[in-house]
T-cell receptor, first 115, second 109 residues
Framework: ETGVTQTPRHLVMGMTNKKSLKCEQHLGHNAMYWYKQSAKKPLELMFV???????ENNSVPSRFSPECPNSSHLFLHLHTLQPEDSALYLC??????????????FGPGTRLTVT | GQNIDQPTEMTATEGAIVQINCTYQ??????LFWYQQHAGEAPTFLSYNVLDGLEEKGRFSSFLSRSKGYSYLLLKELQMKDSASYLCAARDSNYQLIWGAGTKLIIKP
């Protein structure tokens, strides 16, 4: 248990569906991240929030929409996804500014399958 | 471009020692990280190196050579629970983490 929880753990959705992934951290951290992890590929950073403000958006398609209502919660809203979006979506948090933090704490991920 | 290279898969025997190598090419450098990820679980932080040399932490050690763009993770007295993927990541001059694809380590009895 890393102090970062994600729900749901598994999600199957059609290309026309709308769903949301939720992440919550209980560590008092100020920075939160969304990553995409595909088999045998490096982790891809999607979004970074620091004190609720989005500080990075790494050219992520608009069908992924993040939301950070406070420093403890992070959402990833999904709509009209493509099969290639099937992957493990990991949430992470860290203390201090994203550039200076030494350690990120990851959640267990949401395994997303787009049919 | 920025790149991290590490072997895709390695196999070792319980009780033995294994070294997982990582080479990196980044625009500037602000540290090298190793994470462990068991199948179906979250990655967990193992080590951070920013200066040349060896950092030892129990059975795990991490080495960095900045001039060579090279790091390795050394695991001693291997246990079955060490079977996992090991992720190498380098932080560039913009403090962005560049991740490798991970090395899957298989431990055999």
């Amino acid at each position: 248990e890393t102090g970062v929880t994600q729900t749901p753990r598994h999600l199957v959705m059609g290309m026309t569906n709308k769903k949301s992934l939720k992440c919550e951290q209980h560590l008092g951290h100020n920075a939160m991240y969304w990553y995409k992890q595909s088999a045998k590929k490096p982790l891809e950073l999607m979004f970074v929030y620091n004190f609720k403000e989005q500080t990075e958006n790494n050219s992520v398609p608009s069908r992924f929409s993040p939301e950070c209502p406070n420093s403890s919660h992070l959402f990833l809203h999904l709509h009209t996804l493509q099969p290639e979006d099937s992957a493990l979506y990991l949430c992470a948090s860290s203390q201090g500014s994203p550039g200076e933090s030494y350690e990120q704490y990851f959640g267990p991920g949401t395994r997303l399958t787009v049919t | 471009g920025q790149n991290i290279d590490q072997p895709t898969e390695m196999t070792a025997t319980e009780g033995a020692i294994v070294q997982i190598n990582c080479t990196y090419q980044t625009s500037g450098f602000n540290g090298l990280f190793w994470y462990q990820q068991h199948a179906g679980e979250a990655p967990t932080f193992l080590s951070y190196n920013v200066l040349d040399g060896l950092e030892e932490k129990g059975r795990f050690s991490s080495f960095l050579s900045r001039s060579k763009g090279y790091s390795y993770l050394l695991l001693k007295e291997l246990q079955m629970k060490d079977s996992a993927s090991y992720l190498c990541a380098a932080r560039d001059s913009n403090y962005q983490l560049i991740w490798g694809a991970g090395t899957k380590l298989i431990i055999k009895p």
